[in-house]
């Protein structure tokens, strides 16, 4: 539910104001300090049924009946536009404190399911809580007082919360329903547009760039292509004055989630890291992004991607599909920084060429010529890869002579480069595909062994052939070993996608080289935009000199054989 503006009131223990109890009647109600908690809730969907659960309806109702029954020092805790589901609720908090204080007599509601709409929170706190401190309760509409134990009407006060409880289950089913509809129809369920967008002013369903903000968007990507992390794009946003989300909202005159920040440009890293992973950049309508497991647990958890609902094409991008996917494998790469601050452009690209283990950065040295990789695996007496490393200086030379020769010839020779590299590719996605759908066929022929097995199982189960300890522990083994089949089977289907996509890739690939013909030295962007991963071998010292090679994969279609495209280039 949506909480709209609450308050608590708790009225000053004086009677006359609060109730304006007749003059011989202060004589009883001075003889206890103890209050009378007339409590009032109004919820969201409560609000429809007019006014029978208004609030002034509920206080009006209360008031008179303190007064009939000459209830001692009446106060009011009231909230208004709260569910009765949930027990965190500001002015029912106030009202326990006050009960847990031993300061209350009564507690005063129009009907029980003005306390609450959970039939066991509410049967906990009448026949616990208000009992402990000696607390009598009455529900005015439903003839329910705890001081009569054997009314009838109290007989049936557990049906009527269970009836009270239904009742939400019913409402919560039905705006579950609404949203549901209204998400999988492709309309934008959240009421908090992303940074970097607005309503359009002619059509409040529809979202349009503000181009302001988008700039600082684009910007944030671009420093993510560059290698650096959230934390460093958050200080230098500060240092450049940039103003935060918020405060930039504050300023356009529009409604913001936090109030005004003491430093309008104090920028927070969750922030950035947030805008990095927001899909809706790309022109993309994306609901069902979290979810509760009920109306009890309110809870927010993320849902998995699959089970997100996404629309493409829905408004304008502000950054193209392309670029946030590289984004999201940078972030994933989890880019590891120095003691000093410093980053290298191929953090998180490195890799060794004997163990395949990463190759950490080390940019603790002022002088950036001494800057280095180091295998992550040769630390160590019983380190499974013998020690080498390569200097940043020498493996930008190794990358950028290499990556400047593919781009040239690429753009030279595209014809004969498509031809290289779709023979090569055909012939490496024969081997994997043929590899990869076998695993496939196999997991799913367990999976459908295991159904009949479990059926087997559950059927001597019946027939008293295996007990039911037996039984259960066999069952769990199997729903284990099939979900963890699914899995591996899902991972499969997508990574045969991926491979049957071979040639749109190379497409794409030759488009982002394109976007560098005029590129004279390689810069971060560049180097993750173009390149997955880069492996380096151990130094050989045969020749006296010390001689490294190094691989490189890049990204879309893997290694180039660069020796193949310069047999055009000299024929």
């Given at each position: 539910m949506?909480?709209e503006e609450?308050y608590?009131?708790?009225?000053p223990?004086n009677?006359?104001q ?15 300090d ?15 049924d007019g ?15 303190a007064?009939d029954?000459?209830l ?5 805790f009231?909230d208004?536009?709260?569910?009765g ?9 106030e ?11 009564v ?7 003005r ?9 906990m706190?009448?026949?616990?809580t208000f ?10 509409n439903?003839?329910f ?10 007989d049936?006060?557990?049906i009527?919360?269970?009836f009270?409880?239904?009742y ?20 934008p369920?959240?009421?908090f ?5 607005v ?13 302001e903000a988008?700039?600082?968007?684009k910007?944030?990507f671009a420093?993510?292509?560059?290698g ?8 230098l946003l500060?240092?450049e004055?940039v103003?935060?989300?918020t ?7 529009r ?10 440009y ?26 509760s497991?009920?109306?009890?647990d309110?809870?927010?958890?993320k849902?998995?991607?699959?089970n997100?609902?996404?629309f493409?094409?829905t ?6 599909i392309d ?12 880019h590891r920084?120095t ?5 290298h452009?191929f953090s998180?690209?490195?890799f060794?060429?004997?163990c395949k ?6 940019g ?8 280095n990789?180091?295998?992550?695996n040769?630390?160590g007496s ?9 200097r940043a ?7 950028w002579?290499?990556?400047?020769r ?17 023979e090569?590719m ?14 496939l066929?196999?997991?799913?022929k ?5 159904d ?6 559950y059927?001597?189960?019946v027939?008293?052939?295996l007990s ?5 522990a066999?069952?769990?083994?199997y ?6 089949l699914?899995d ?5 289907r997508?990574e ?5 996509q ?6 794409l690939?030759?488009e982002r ?7 004279d030295?390689?810069?971060?962007y ?11 071998g ?6 006296g000199?010390?001689?490294?090679s190094?691989h490189?994969e ?8 660069l ?8 024929a």
């Amino acid at each position: 539910m949506t909480n709209e503006e609450s308050y608590v009131t708790m009225e000053p223990s004086n009677p006359v104001q609060t109730v304006a109890l007749e003059k011989e009647e202060t004589e009883l109600i001075r003889a206890t300090d103890k209050i009378t908690a007339l409590y009032c809730r109004l919820s969201n969907e409560d609000s429809l049924d007019g006014e029978s659960n208004s609030i002034s309806n509920q206080r009006r109702i209360l008031s008179d009946y303190a007064r009939d029954k000459k209830l001692p020092n009446p106060v009011f805790f009231i909230d208004d536009g709260y569910s009765g589901t949930d027990f965190d609720r500001p002015g029912f908090q106030e009202m326990l404190d006050e009960i847990e204080a031993d300061h209350v007599a009564v507690v005063l509601t129009k009907d029980l399911s003005r306390l609450g709409r959970n039939s066991t929170m509410t049967g906990m706190f009448i026949n616990i809580t208000f009992a402990k401190h000696n607390v009598r309760y009455i529900a005015i509409n439903d003839n329910f007082d705890t001081i009569n134990q054997n009314s009838v009407d109290n007989d049936f006060a557990g049906i009527r919360m269970w009836f009270n409880e239904f009742y939400a289950r019913d409402t919560s089913r039905k705006v579950r329903a609404v949203v549901k509809a209204k998400g999988e129809r492709g309309e934008p369920l959240t009421g908090f547009l992303p940074y970097g967008y607005v309503k359009d002013p002619n059509d409040p369903k529809k979202w349009i760039v503000d181009e302001e903000a988008a700039k600082v968007v684009k910007r944030i990507f671009a420093l993510c292509m560059e290698g650096r992390g959230p934390s460093q794009i958050a200080k230098l946003l500060q240092d450049e004055k940039v103003l935060t989300i918020t405060a930039y909202r504050l300023q356009e005159g529009r409604n913001a989630n936090h109030p005004e920040p003491a430093n309008p440009y104090e920028w927070d890293s969750r922030s950035v890291a947030d805008i990095l992973v927001r899909r809706e950049y790309t022109g993309c309508t994306v609901n069902f992004k979290t979810y509760s497991n009920s109306i009890w647990d309110k809870t927010t958890r993320k849902n998995p991607v699959e089970n997100q609902a996404i629309f493409y094409n829905t408004h304008p991008a502000v950054i193209d599909i392309d670029t946030f996917d590289k984004v999201q494998e940078i972030r994933e790469q989890r880019h590891r920084r120095t003691k000093s601050g410093n980053t290298h452009m191929f953090s998180g690209l490195v890799f060794c060429a004997d163990c395949k283990g990463k190759m950490y950065f080390s940019g603790s040295h002022d002088d950036p010529s001494k800057w280095n990789y180091t295998c992550s695996n040769s630390r160590g007496s019983n380190s499974p890869c013998s020690a080498h490393f390569i200097r940043a200086v020498v493996l930008e030379r190794l990358v950028w002579n290499y990556t400047q020769r593919v781009i040239e010839l690429v753009l030279r020779y595209e014809a004969h480069f498509r031809a290289i590299m779709e023979e090569k590719m055909q012939t490496e996605s024969k081997a994997i595909l043929k590899t990869k759908r076998k695993q496939l066929e196999r997991a799913e022929k367990r999976i459908q062994e295991l159904d009949r097995l479990f059926v087997r199982t559950y059927e001597d189960n019946v027939a008293g052939k295996l007990s039911d300890e037996r039984f259960a522990a066999m069952s769990r083994g199997y729903e284990d070993e099939q979900q963890d089949l699914k899995d591996a089977a899902e991972t499969l289907r997508k990574e045969i996608e991926v491979q049957e996509q071979q040639n749109q890739n190379l497409d794409l690939f030759i488009e982002r080289v394109q976007k560098y013909a005029e590129l004279d030295e390689l810069t971060p962007y560049a180097a993750h935009e173009l390149i997955k991963a880069i492996y380096v071998g151990a130094p050989e010292k045969s020749s006296g000199k010390r001689r490294q090679s190094i691989h490189i994969e890049y990204d879309l279609i893997g290694f180039i054989p660069l020796n193949e495209l310069m047999k055009q280039e000299t024929a």
